[in-house]
T-cell receptor
């Protein structure tokens, strides 16, 4: 299994509070991603990083920010949590596959409940 | 047409059955294709990458039809442990970070 951990694994918070989720990898992969998964939707990309201090938005980035100060850590911050951000959050890392594309490997996920 | 579309199922099959899942995608520029497996309350795990020539891994066979823009996954001799949700994943083409995930097809294998 790819060396990816996420913390916390579960969190309950109140609307309006800031929340930071951490993703840590031991694989030295360049690319890291944050997704959310909700019933009735496929995994949706929030933000991704292609190197230290290099990040870009995904399709559902509103209300989220990210930071990557080290290769191994990718942080996702909800500046002011809302109930619509209740979800399961997955971090992923990738490396190029043999055909030049990418294969993504996922962390165990963080279940976030915003009350 | 949705970017990646899968039959949500559930597919309920007996042990030993052969089951096939199809997935269609809309972007003809897509170059990379994958099947992931996701168990309940777990992370998605890569099952197979799908190559142009098709590929097989034990009981699992994946095929790609670029002309019709669909990918298939065939599972032979189903096991109880195959029960999971199977995600079809396609890249949009271009730079990394451009994967599109289907909503998944749920498989339940019964004794």
């Amino acid at each position: 299994d790819a060396g990816i951990t996420q913390s916390p694994r579960h969190k309950v918070t109140e609307t309006g509070t800031p929340v930071t989720l951490r993703c840590h990898q031991t694989e030295n992969h360049r690319y890291m991603y944050w997704y959310r998964q909700d019933p009735g939707h496929g995994l949706r990309l929030i933000h991704y990083s292609y190197g230290v201090k290099d990040t870009d938005k995904g399709e559902v980035s509103d209300g989220y920010s990210v930071s990557r100060s080290k290769t191994e850590d990718f942080l996702l911050t909800l500046e002011s949590a809302t109930s619509s951000q209740t979800s399961v959050y997955f971090c992923a890392i990738s490396d190029p596959n043999r055909e030049g594309g990418e294969t993504q490997y996922f962390g165990p996920g963080t279940r976030l409940l915003v009350l | 047409r949705k970017e990646v579309e899968q039959d949500p199922g559930p597919f309920n099959v007996p042990e030993g059955a052969t089951v096939a899942f199809n997935c269609t995608y809309s972007n003809s520029a897509s170059q990379s294709f994958f099947w992931y497996r996701q168990d309940c309350r777990k992370e998605p795990k890569l099952l197979m990458s799908v190559y142009s020539s098709g590929n097989e891994d034990g009981r699992f066979t994946a095929q790609l039809n670029r002309a019709s823009q669909y990918i298939s996954l065939l599972i032979r001799d189903s096991k109880l442990s195959d029960s999971a949700t199977y995600l079809c994943v396609v890249n949009r083409g271009g730079s990394q970070g451009n994967l599109i995930f289907g909503k998944g097809t749920k498989l339940s294998v019964k004794p």
